[in-house]
């Protein structure tokens, strides 16, 4: 029996028995009302609503201290003896590893299909509103985290929602906490492994053998499909086992690398098609309030919009927190406000970069798509770029492999604190893990399993309603933590003793329990 038909087998069983499961739940996460001629999932309107609550509550964060975020990132900042892993850059680069990917360059194609040019006004609003999402999740990611002996960090919403819930509402807070924190423990690992990892070492390969001659190619067979998925696990399992610290060394080299090298080829069609820039404008933002795409109307084209950006940068699903928690500080807002600069950099830069490239281009394929008819996707975004560099299939190629390594490295530190968090932190417990989420490389470049991964969209936008609940909850901290973070801010740019003032608050200091 060939591996092939094995493979075909496998598939096939594992859909037949999933499937079910995968649509009920998909029905239910994914409901969607008829609005105005199109459908708006519910799972969308609780993201964005979510956004605009925190935007309000904030007053404007994302705005009025993106300035400040930037001089975090850079350092400025910093405090010696801080406990944590990595520095405010690498945990940021980490974090973005984890959503920058096929999303930005595929889904955004399908937005501007479906929902026209006007889609791309949208997917900015929604972008500029999980920034506030994301800094109130991350500053209680980095509040309520565990410092171990060892001096690993453990943080996401399987700490702060049993800590912090406890903290306002006491024992009964407490076991409500644990039960939501298995929870979200259990729904990131069954995301992690699917759709963090089996998915993007699928499409990688898939994209990978386009460019090698299709099936009939070097890569098209099944022993280089074998062959690639082995190469991406050794890669995985190698920086894996270093922790986190491995991992933001390389995401801190990969993310710009990958982001530089999309953004410079953007740029060069963009700038041969300079003329054209004011008029693609002038149609995003008209098209925003006067849409032509297959989703009629003003709310088809802001609903594609939200949804793509909603999807792409993941604020409020719980993930990030993950990442953001093992950075050296003693300021959990100070992370916080690092953290919203990520929904900037994937929504509002990358993707937006994107659809501006397709709409100046203006490629045949996307023509079709807006039509109804035709391809999609990635097709589109290549064809965008084909039209100025023949050659960029290659480099798209590049591109989708660093998203993909870098996407599949985050989402496996994802995972493992999950699975530490239901199975335990011995060594052998991590080893076992770590394994696992190896292997799951290897089939990546095998299996589709796609009634899994629609599964696994489906268990983390669940996770996104149990999350934002919690945020909501715990704000207030959110809150004493921006203030006591701002404080501190005050005193060193006026060169007074910081020390004191952290003396003061020091009740306000993150959770540190050593295991």
């Known amino acids: 029996m060939s591996l092939d038909t094995i493979t075909t087998s496998v598939d096939e ?36 609503v979510a956004g605009l609550v925190f935007s309000g509550w904030f007053g404007l964060v994302q705005i009025r201290k993106f300035r ?104 009964k807070g407490l076991k409500l906490g644990k039960v939501l924190g298995v929870l979200a423990s259990a729904m990131i690992l069954f995301f992690g492994l699917f759709g963090g990892n089996l998915f ?27 062959f690639f998925g082995i190469l991406i696990a050794a890669i995985v399992g190698v920086v894996l086992l270093g922790g986190i610290r491995s991992i933001a060394s390389v995401t801190s080299k990969l993310v710009p690398a990958m982001a530089g090298i999309y953004i410079a080829a953007c740029l060069v069609v963009i700038l041969v098609n300079v003329s054209a820039v004011p008029t693609a404008i002038s149609s995003i933002i008209e098209g925003a309030f006067n849409p032509e795409g297959v989703a009629g109307g003003v709310l088809g084209a802001l609903i594609v919009g939200f949804k793509r950006a909603a999807f792409s940068n993941e604020a409020g ?6 990442a953001h928690s093992a950075v050296k500080t003693k300021h959990p807002a100070s992370e916080g406000l690092v953290a919203l600069l990520e929904p900037f950099i994937d929504t509002v830069v990358i993707c937006t970069m994107t659809a501006l490239t397709i709409v100046i ?85 095998l299996l589709t399993l796609q009634t899994l991964i629609d599964m696994a969209d489906a268990v983390l936008f669940m996770l996104a309603v149990i999350n934002i609940i919690g945020l909501y909850l715990l704000a207030p901290v959110v809150k004493r933590e921006l203030n006591n973070f701002l404080e501190f801010v005050r005193r060193r ?15 306000q200091e993150p959770v540190k329990t050593t295991v």
Request: hydrophobic letters at 45%.
């Open 200 to 226: 993007q070492v699928n499409q990688s390969y898939a994209q990978l053998v386009s460019v090698t001659g299709g099936e009939s190619g070097m890569m098209g067979s099944s022993a280089g499909a074998l």
């Open 493 to 507: 740019d006026a060169g007074l003793d910081t020390d004191t003032a952290a003396d003061e608050d020091e009740d």
């Open 317 to 322: 699903l719980g993930s990030a927190p993950i």
């Open 361 to 445: 281009a203006n490629p045949a394929s996307w023509g079709e798509a807006r039509k109804g008819e035709g391809v999609g996707g990635v097709t589109i975004t290549s064809d965008a770029f084909g039209t100025v560099l023949p050659w960029f299939p290659y480099i798209l190629t590049i591109a989708v492999m660093l998203f993909a390594i870098s996407t599949v490295l985050t989402w496996g530190y994802y995972c493992m604190k999950a699975w530490t968090h239901l199975f335990g932190r011995s060594r052998a417990s991590e080893l076992t893990f770590k394994v696992f989420y190896t292997l799951f490389a290897v089939a990546g470049s």
């Open 68 to 171: 400040l975020a930037v001089n975090v990132v850079r350092g400025k900042y910093d405090e010696k003896g801080s406990a944590g892993e990595v520095n405010h850059f690498q945990a940021l680069t980490a974090a973005v590893s984890g959503t920058v990917g096929l999303g930005n360059i595929a889904g955004v194609a399908v937005a501007v299909s479906i929902g026209g040019p006007g889609a791309t006004f949208w997917m900015i609003l929604c972008g500029l509103l999980g920034m506030a999402t994301k800094f109130v999740e991350v500053t209680l990611g980095v509040k309520y985290r565990e410092v171990h002996a060892d001096g690993t960090v453990s943080g996401g919403p399987m700490h702060y929602l049993p800590k912090g819930l406890a903290d306002r509402f006491g024992a």
């Open 13 to 48: 069983a594992v859909s037949g028995f999933f499937e079910p499961i995968a649509k009920w739940l998909g029905d239910i996460v994914f409901y969607s009302v008829p609005v105005a001629g199109t459908q708006l999932p519910l799972i969308v309107a609780w993201l964005v």
